[in-house]
């Protein structure tokens, strides 16, 4: 990755100069976004990276939950 990249907030994919998008929000954080794809499901769907198979994030054998 060079300095040129930035990965993607949700899928952790690297995301080329002068494409994908940059989602600012209130508190100041910035997020990249490779695609619509990523965008919707982190922003619009709220699901978590670590549950879904195409993502990098993504945990074999699922998360464990604290009770």
Same mark, same amino acid.
């Not at 994919?13 to 100041?28: C, E, I, L, Y």
């Not at 499901?41 to 464990?64: C, E, F, M, S």
């Given at each position: 990755?060079?300095?040129?990249?930035?990965?993607?907030?949700?899928?952790n994919?690297?995301?080329?100069? =002068?494409? +994908? /998008?940059?989602?600012?929000?209130?508190? =100041? /954080?910035?997020?990249w976004?490779?695609?619509?794809?990523?965008?919707?499901?982190?922003?619009?769907?709220?699901?978590?990276?670590?549950?879904?198979?195409? /993502?990098?994030?993504?945990?074999? +054998? +699922?998360?464990?939950?604290?009770?």
């Open positions: 990755m060079s300095m040129l990249e930035k990965l993607c907030s949700f899928c994919r690297p995301v080329a100069k =002068g494409s +994908g /998008t940059m989602f600012a929000k209130n508190d =100041g /954080t910035v997020q976004f490779c695609s619509s794809k990523c965008k919707k499901n982190a922003l619009v769907l709220k699901r978590d990276p670590r549950k879904l198979k195409w /993502t990098k994030k993504y945990v074999k +054998g +699922g998360i464990k939950v604290k009770k």
